[in-house]
């Protein structure tokens, strides 16, 4: 029996960290795919150099031709622009769009059974481009963004009560933007009410840290995350490769859930073999259920002015 198979379409940063590790974890074999020549040739041979260190029995290819994602089982998708200094999200809008579309075309023809993950920005437009191109039903194209925001809320938390990163449960909904949902009422510490344990003035400080944490990043190395954006990438492959049903918030197509019909939006979903096997409603307090609307508008406009863009 032929191992299992995961491509990721962009070799940079993320696509590379989340591909190490994949590899790590041996969950299957590996392509990277690149329209940099050498880039992705180079980062896969030195991953393969390092199997013999890591009793790793995994194949790892680099490659420029997108032929070789063909029969992909996941497809993890970074290709695209990043994010510069001073360039917000919706400043990627009309580049990324362009690739989605070229890209997603090559992965409807050539991995027809694939569970696809868009992490190019702005994340919630581009999923929706990938799934409309594709064609491919809802639980089979979805988008990472919440995995990372909750984590980075989690990381804040942590760091201000002094305590183990594994103790703070915590999820970020909505859009992948300045307008992201940080959900105070499902935030716990050891089981603790985060609003028990921290004053209302520093958690709205935390939450504005939380939304503007790919900004920070960028300001200090003058390019996008990599090693928290991997990692979160990570945690939606493994979920699906090994069947985990796990609860992840990820941008999902919704039909009715949260209010929602015919959009991509932040929420928890189960993620399994069946790819995203169910979308998780909770009950949100007033207050967040106006923000998670809100943000919810702003996901309809980006999706709006992209199709405007590609003159839809």
Do not use: W
């Not at 960290?17 to 590996?30: E, K, P, S, V, Y």
Request: glycine content about 10%.
């Amino acid at each position: 029996m032929s191992r299992r198979k995961i491509a990721f379409v962009g070799a940079g940063n993320v696509g590379a960290t989340c591909a190490h590790l994949c590899f790590l974890r041996q969950l299957g074999d590996i392509v990277l795919y690149d329209i940099i020549d050498g880039l992705p040739q180079g980062k896969a041979l030195d991953m393969l150099q390092s199997a013999p260190l890591l009793a790793a029995d995994i194949n790892v290819t680099g490659t420029t031709n997108i032929d070789d994602i063909a029969g992909a089982d996941c497809v993890v998708v970074t290709s695209g622009s990043p994010r510069k200094p001073g360039m917000s999200r919706d400043d990627l809008l009309k580049i990324n769009a362009g690739v989605m579309s070229t890209v997603g075309g090559a992965i409807k023809r050539l991995c027809q059974n694939a569970f696809v993950i868009v992490v190019t920005n702005p994340l919630d437009a581009m999923v929706t481009q990938m799934k409309r191109i594709t064609g491919f039903p809802k639980h089979r194209v979805a988008g990472q963004a919440g995995v990372l925001d909750s984590a980075r809320y989690r990381t804040f938390l942590a760091l201000e009560l002094k305590v183990s990163m594994a103790s703070v449960a915590a999820m970020v909904l909505g859009g992948h933007g300045d307008d992201m949902v940080p959900v105070r009422s499902y935030t716990t510490v050891g089981g603790v009410p985060i609003e028990k344990l921290i004053a209302p003035k520093r958690l709205d400080e935390i939450e504005k840290r939380t939304r503007d944490g790919g900004a920070e990043i960028v300001n200090l190395m003058k390019t996008s995350s990599y090693y928290a954006a991997g990692a979160a990438t990570y945690k939606m492959v493994e979920a699906y490769m090994l069947d985990r049903k796990e609860v992840l918030p990820c941008a999902a197509f919704l039909e009715g859930e949260y209010g929602v019909k015919g959009l991509y939006a932040g929420v928890p979903v189960v993620i399994g073999a069946g790819g995203v096997e169910k979308v998780v409603e909770i009950d949100l307090t007033a207050a967040e259920k106006q923000a998670f609307a809100s943000s919810v508008a702003h996901v309809r406009e980006l999706v709006e002015a992209m199709d405007k863009v590609l003159g839809a």
